[in-house]
């Protein structure tokens, strides 16, 4: 193992958020509707969601740090509730070691650009509809919770 500090470094919660916020302007950008902390059936958390016109599902992983991916064995648990999957990082990320197969965002918190484009493995159509009632459901309660 590698005996640098960025091999110790923790995730860092403000990292996170401005990435997020950076891959949530990107998917609106390209016409999708986003939807933070997205809870699939799998019990699995997706950082960043979002549904296109036609109703693919997208996903971003954000990744603040390289011990944040290093700590994270459960990002393949999202790719079977998803047509799309992004890994979305900032731009002094050490890229080579993602996934080279999966989808690449570049983020910061003004925005966000799609380095590499995500392999696209359509959704069935019963696993379509039930993801998709799922999102609509909790994007409404959100809705709910910021009129309260």
Do not use: H
Request: proline share 5%.
């Amino acid at each position: 193992m590698e005996n640098t500090a960025a091999a110790f470094e923790p995730a860092r919660p403000d990292r996170t958020l401005a990435l997020t916020r950076g891959v949530t302007r990107l998917f609106v950008d390209l016409g999708m509707s986003p939807l933070c902390e997205f809870r699939l059936v799998n019990s699995r958390r997706a950082d960043v969601a979002a549904l296109d016109r036609r109703g693919r599902l997208v996903m971003a992983e954000i990744k603040s740090c390289r011990a944040d991916f290093e700590a994270d064995a459960k990002w393949t648990e999202y790719l079977d509730f998803c047509d799309e999957f992004y890994f979305a990082v900032d731009p002094a990320f050490p890229t080579e070691i993602l996934p080279a197969g999966e989808g690449l965002i570049v983020a910061d918190e003004y925005g966000a650009v799609i380095s590499r484009p995500a392999e696209t493995r359509p959704l069935v159509a019963a696993r379509r509809k039930a993801v998709t009632l799922r999102f609509a459901r909790q994007a409404a309660w959100q809705a709910l919770a910021r009129q309260s």
